[in-house]
């Protein structure tokens, strides 16, 4: 028995451009003092991303694909295919690297091995959606001699910021000595480096802060107006917004404002023509505001939810939708007088008319830190199998 144990040693989640580094542990169990102990063989091992594509078939028509790939690991179990098993398309994966060949481990003994690879730049975000998935793994297979391959999957998630990959780093190492021995650390500094400037870029997006005014009217006058003084926004940041309802001429009875995704299907690729889009609310605010000159709000955007991306096949954005409830009447006549004595006591109408109406507001919402964004995975940065 030997127990594999994959380690992602800065946590489960990545920029597109990033170093993942996982750490492979390959360990026989048993102690020397056991009576059972011998030692354990394997015959290889090899580690490989790649990025699993899911569509719903109610919701989407995809091209037929050649799914022949998916049955070579049946009929030969020397080969390795990381996406064994998996639902769906491989619509990207990087070369396969070997760990070792013919590993030795005697009882009690264990050996690791360090698998670095560059997430590609051109690939979608990781999102599960009500009409798609795009799912990122990195899968260890293993094979003891003689034996069916085991497949240890690592999921991981990956965030994308557009801008990146056209970014070109001074070539200020052509001047510098060139030393074989420090290509390694030369690599993790690029890698450092991508990671600030991703945190500067995002930096600058959304620190840019200039007032949003909107008014907000129906066919029977003006109701407030809109207050917001920015519109892209980090994933964890919360988007906060004010109402002035004191300048309205027609009263406002209840808001709520909704932040929610718009997940629509390119139209090649819809499975019905002029399908409705598919809405995700993540945070949701309702109030009554009869007689109140200002309200305010604050929906925080969830740190596991997915920024605004596009693809071939599928289109996610954000929007801010609100729902006004306004009266039909005059604000004087929303109360009525209970009693004519010296304590006079006020009280609401038992039927009103009422107008509703709804408003979208499109907003940018981009990646953070992936670090930060760690600490609400659903993934764990550590997994392991036994073979």
């Known amino acids: 028995m030997i127990e594999v144990l994959a380690k992602l040693g800065r946590g489960p989640v990545f ?109 979608p975000p990781s999102f599960r959606g009500q009409s798609v998935k795009y799912v990122y793994k990195l899968t260890i297979g293993c094979q003891r001699v003689n034996s069916p391959i085991k497949l240890l999957r690592v999921p991981f998630r990956v965030l994308v910021l557009h801008g990146l990959k056209d970014y070109q780093f001074p070539q200020d190492e052509a001047v510098a000595p060139s030393n074989p021995f420090l290509e390694e650390e030369e690599s993790l500094k690029k890698d450092s480096r991508l990671a600030d400037l991703a945190t500067e870029l995002l930096m600058v997006a959304t620190s840019r802060r200039s007032l949003h005014l909107y008014n907000i009217s129906n066919s029977r006058g003006k109701v407030g107006t809109f207050c917001i003084f920015k519109t892209v926004y980090k994933i964890g940041e919360d988007v906060v917004g004010t109402f002035n309802f004191s300048e309205g001429d027609i009263p406002c ?47 925080p955007i969830p740190l596991s939810s997915t920024p605004g991306f596009t693809t071939n096949i599928v289109s996610l954005k954000w929007r801010l939708h609100f729902e006004f409830v306004t009266s039909g009447e005059s604000a004087g006549t929303c109360l009525v007088r209970g009693s004519q004595s010296e304590a006079v006591t006020w009280t609401g109408v038992e039927q009103m008319e009422v107008d509703t109406f709804s408003w979208d507001l499109p907003i940018k919402v981009v990646p953070t830190n992936p670090i930060l964004a760690s600490y609400v995975s659903q993934f764990s940065s550590t997994n392991s199998i036994t073979i």
């Open 15 to 123: 920029l597109a451009g990033e170093v993942l580094e996982c750490v492979i542990t390959f360990t026989n169990p048993l102690s020397a003092l056991s009576t059972s102990a011998s030692s354990e063989m394997l015959a290889w091992a090899s580690a490989q991303i790649h990025c699993q594509f899911h569509a719903s078939e109610n919701r989407v028509a995809l091209p037929p694909s050649d799914g022949s790939k998916h049955d070579v690991q049946a009929e030969n179990e020397t080969v390795f295919v990381p996406n064994r098993g998996e639902r769906g398309q491989c619509i990207l994966s990087t070369p396969p690297k070997i760990l070792f060949c013919d590993l030795r481990l005697d009882p009690g003994e264990s050996k690791s091995y360090s698998y670095c690879e560059t997430l590609p730049v051109d690939g």
């Open 253 to 299: 009875l209840q808001f709520s404002v909704s932040l929610q995704t718009e997940e629509s299907i390119q139209e090649e690729f819809q499975r019905r023509r002029g399908q409705p889009m598919s809405f995700t609310t993540h945070a949701r605010h309702q109030e009554s505001c009869l007689h109140t000159a200002q309200s305010s709000f604050s929906l």
